[in-house]
């Protein structure tokens, strides 16, 4: 098990700054860390210690509005600390300054599940949607189209085969790229001129699949019936690499795996929270600076939380 420390608490916090089912969290190179507040439309700037510092985007009708979107891992912070945020309603990137001054926005041709940017200051996002062909969709800080990349788990049509291939995906500091699947143990590594490198399987854990649904678990199987009704026991909800290459996947609200640089998994681990709250977990993310902490984001209570370093 792994024990959290708060670095965010609603209760302790400013009423007029209290996050409301906050949906996604970047943290910068200064260690601010930077959280798209879903229930009041906005992003919150905080302090490494969860000391509030500005709001922006607020909802309104200009170009800069954030507009509430789920829970799709929608935000990225690029080395300059400027902000992405993925709006899947319209859908959308908008890019804002570290200030949270407004720069531009561009339209997608799809909503996506993950937002992620590289050195280069492009974008990398996963689509939503099941006329999709690849994976990756890379498009430059202006909106231009560049590649696309990553081959699909299955290639069947329906809703099933939708939600195995869905994925998420973050860069290291030398700009590879990783990717995890919602709902399929599996990450891949690709590098920086989109070739795959390796494919590591993991072990889904115990506690989240019996024996007998584990036997049962293939995607032969999801292929022969890609709109049935099956519930896939593993819900990845985000990836993040750290300063050192290291990287985490966050399962089930609960549950962690570490990666090494080369993908290969090293270790799972249950995360236990401070006063046995009924946390749910539904982000994580790694900071780029050596030994700082990994963040995890509680929808229910909007509260943020720090790991220590593995």
Not at 196 to 212: A, K
Not at 258 to 287: E, K, Y
Request: proline share 6%; charged share 20%.
């Amino acid at each position: 098990q792994i024990r959290l420390s708060p670095v965010y608490l609603s209760s302790q916090q400013e009423i007029g700054f209290k996050l409301s089912a906050p949906a996604a969290i970047a943290v910068g190179r200064s260690g601010n860390l930077y959280v798209f507040d879903d229930g009041n439309s906005r992003i919150v700037k905080l302090d490494l210690r969860g000391k509030f510092i500005a709001e922006f985007g607020q909802r309104d009708s200009g170009p800069g509005a954030v507009r509430p979107g789920g829970l799709n891992d929608s935000i990225a912070v690029d080395e300059d600390e400027n902000v992405y945020v993925s709006d899947p309603g319209t859908p959308k990137v908008l890019i804002f300054s570290s200030n949270g001054t407004f720069q531009r926005s561009f339209r997608l041709p799809f909503p996506s599940t993950s937002i992620a940017g590289n050195r280069k200051r492009e974008i990398f996002l996963t689509p939503d949607t099941a006329r999709s062909t690849q994976l990756i969709y890379v498009f430059s800080e202006t909106g231009q189209f560049l590649r696309r990349f990553g081959e699909r788990l299955i290639e069947s049509p329906g809703n099933l085969a939708r939600n195995i291939n869905v994925a998420v995906a973050a860069c290291d500091a030398n700009d590879n790229l990783f990717v995890a699947f919602r709902s399929w143990p599996l990450i891949r590594k690709y590098s920086p001129d989109a070739k795959l490198i390796s494919e590591n399987q993991f072990t889904i854990p115990s506690e989240l699949i019996g024996e007998s649904q584990r036997k049962n678990y293939s995607l032969d199987l999801f292929a022969k019936y890609p709109d049935s009704a099956f519930m896939p026991p593993i819900n990845t909800h985000s990836i993040s690499i750290d300063a050192r290459g290291t990287g985490y996947l966050l399962l089930n609200a609960h549950s962690m795996v570490v990666f090494a640089p080369t993908g290969r998994v090293t270790g799972q681990f249950h995360f236990r929270a401070p006063r046995d709250r009924n946390n749910v977990f539904i982000r994580l993310v790694a900071s780029p600076k050596a030994k700082a902490p990994t963040y995890l984001l509680d929808t229910r209570s909007g509260e943020i939380y720090a790991a220590a370093q593995l």
